[in-house]
């Protein structure tokens, strides 16, 4: 299958730096704002602090090591697979190819691609972030994310996940006017088992962003002038 692109962004791209427990884009006017995934971490921040205290320091460095492998391989393919490119398997992980292969029915929905891996940001909300996919999903405009898990979280636990995308949704309309229908959510486990997530109340997410931008600015000191 070949994918049809368009892009409305230009060449749009920030410089980014890594700060304690923050990572921070440079807008074009030169102001430093954090990271979509830096307040949502943060606003979640107890859960992953108990959840490293009930499995060990040590255990829990080495499954967060591997997600974190096994997820940036994923995405790595779904980039090759989306941009047209051909996808040498000897170049990433064993368990990649299997989930790729009962990934790849999901991935064939996508059309009319409007970004891969693009840096998106908002003056008005002051934050910016990097995006996995903004493009139709079903012949509907959506912002699109590839999640790899051990296995298939509740939707109860994916606040976060919704939350992140929605912001994506509002910096696309706010710098290019195009509005984004939904949110969609493809994640497959390494057994193969995959879900799509497809969310359209983009409204309510949107109270719970700025919920989680002002617990992050009140508990940052000095978060108004972050990057100085």
Request: aromatic share 14%.
């Amino acid at each position: 299958m070949k994918f049809e692109h368009c892009n409305y962004l230009g060449e749009l791209e920030l410089k980014n730096k890594d700060t304690p427990g923050c990572r921070l884009y440079e807008l074009p006017d030169g102001q430093w704002v954090p990271s979509i995934t830096s307040v949502t971490s943060f606003y979640n921040r107890q859960i992953f602090i108990d959840w490293r205290k009930r499995v060990g320091l040590e255990e829990a460095n080495k499954i967060t090591k591997r997600a974190t492998a096994r997820g940036t391989d994923f995405h790595e393919a779904a980039q090759a697979y989306l941009e047209n490119r051909d996808l040498v398997w000897e170049d990433y992980l064993p368990a990649t190819k299997f989930m790729f292969h009962h990934a790849a029915p999901y991935l064939d929905k996508i059309n009319n691609i409007h970004a891969i891996e693009r840096t998106l940001y908002s003056e008005y909300l002051g934050l910016a972030g990097r995006v996995d996919c903004i493009a139709e999903y079903e012949g509907e405009l959506a912002v699109i994310d590839f999640k790899t898990s051990e296995k298939i979280k509740p939707e109860k636990w994916l606040e976060n996940y919704f939350v992140q995308e929605t912001f994506y949704a509002a910096a696309y309309y706010e710098l290019t006017e195009i509005p984004v229908k939904k949110l969609i959510t493809i994640m497959v486990t390494p057994g193969g088992e995959v879900k799509v997530f497809d969310k359209r109340n983009k409204g309510d997410y949107i109270k719970l962003l700025v919920r989680y931008i002002k617990e992050f600015v009140s508990n940052r000191t000095g978060t108004e002038n972050v990057g100085e």
